[in-house]
Nanobody, 128 residues
């Protein structure tokens, strides 16, 4: 599967952004077979889990640092996953990556090594 993230940009603290990730799935597979996630990474730091959504869009998971502010969602009809980010803070600034894998188990959903497919990243900058 190929992933293309978009929607990053410059926003003031307290503002909102919506990230999108478009997935191209190989023949014979279906987008709804994949667990989709968002991670972020600041320069010199480990890649950090942000949110994940299982095949069924009703099963979502958010890190403690973003819970209540960010919401992950997916539209299986158009092979898209979204990250709605509200009440943004300067520490939300890093590059955001979308990730996918069909074999992620629940206990490993927040571990970047669980995912074999990654998008190119989109930069989010929260600054006044």
């Amino acid at each position: 599967v190929q992933l293309q993230a978009s929607g990053g940009g410059l926003v003031q603290p307290g503002g909102s952004l919506r990230l999108s990730c478009a997935a191209s799935v190989e023949s014979g597979r279906s987008f709804n077979q994949y667990t989709m996630s968002w991670f972020r990474q600041a320069p010199g730091k480990e890649r950090e889990f942000v949110a994940a959504i299982r095949r069924s869009a009703s099963n979502t998971y958010h890190s403690n640092s973003v819970r209540g502010r960010f919401t992950i969602s997916r539209d299986n009809a158009v092979n898209m996953v979204y990250l709605q980010m509200n009440s943004l803070k300067p520490e939300d600034t890093p590059v955001y990556y979308c990730a996918a894998d069909a074999q992620v188990i629940l206990s490993s959903i927040a571990i970047s090594q669980s995912y074999n497919y990654w998008g190119q990243g989109t930069q989010v900058t929260v600054s006044s």
